[in-house]
């Protein structure tokens, strides 16, 4: 038996026990409606039970300090009757050298605001003129941020939740496995409910040199101690990790071996796949009732809130 069908039935057991349509899920997928318990709107129906929204553009999280091109702004997202909602940080992809809030976090943003989540989506600084750590260190202040404003909007910050597609999920992933490193002036194990890594480069050895020096510098010593890989043990925060049938090559493997150690500590995770996606369409089709990200990372964050 392989890694992901294990994991992706202890998923299915975890979620089934909030309450979800187990006849809507398959070996692939988790989808369905949520438990009464739920403050979110897990519906897989049509626009008409989207929540209504309001967004708040460009707040500065580190004012401190000012980086240049808006690096140090966030957006924010929420159901227009925010009280108590959970909250997800979700970093956009880039490699860690490109990208920003607006094009890679906006759509995501939305539907999971819609579907009654204060959503968080910051720019951070860019390598090559910005180096790791610098991504990482940002991405631990949007916490801090997070942890001490979004409760001026009603958002419930006793559900902190973060995600990211591709180098963002390596972010959220980070995080999720090396927390105590990486707390600093925020208790990351204590105020991460849980964590979704879409897509994510999991170990940095893996890519390509150019890229590698470009973001990571020439230590091969900084490669090992920076990759998610390099921190499984026990007690880390949960994670969700998804994958498209079509992403780049050698994900899966990389992702199957890396839970499968994760879970040989008893860590609660989930690994599912999304099929007829690549990499990038992995977050292309979230407008779609059916959309197995969509309804994926609803029922990981209601599984969250329940205490489950």
Known sequence: MTLAPLAKRLLLCCICALGFDSSAISSTAVSGSSANTSPLNT??????????????????????????????????????QSSNKPILIHFHGGGLASGSKEKGSRAFATMLAQHGVCVVAPNYRLAPIHPFPAQINDAVRVVHWAISHMQDYGCDISNVFVSGHSAGAYLAALMAVDAERLSGNVNLAHNIKAAVAISPLLELAKLEKSHLEAVWGSDETLYQN??????????????????????????????????GAMLSYNNHLGVVEASHRDHKSIINHLNRNDDIVKSTILGWIALHVAGL
């Open 43 to 80: 519906s897989s129906g049509d626009a008409s039970s989207a929540e209504a929204l309001r967004v708040l553009s460009n707040i500065d999280y580190v004012p401190e300090q000012e980086y240049s091109d808006n690096r140090d702004r966030l957006d924010v997202y929420m159901p227009s």
């Open 226 to 259: 920076a990759s998610v890989t390099a921190h499984v043990g026990e007690n880390k925060i949960p994670l969700l990790l998804m994958f498209a049938d079509d992403d780049h090559q050698g994900m899966q493997q990389e992702i199957e071996a890396f839970a």
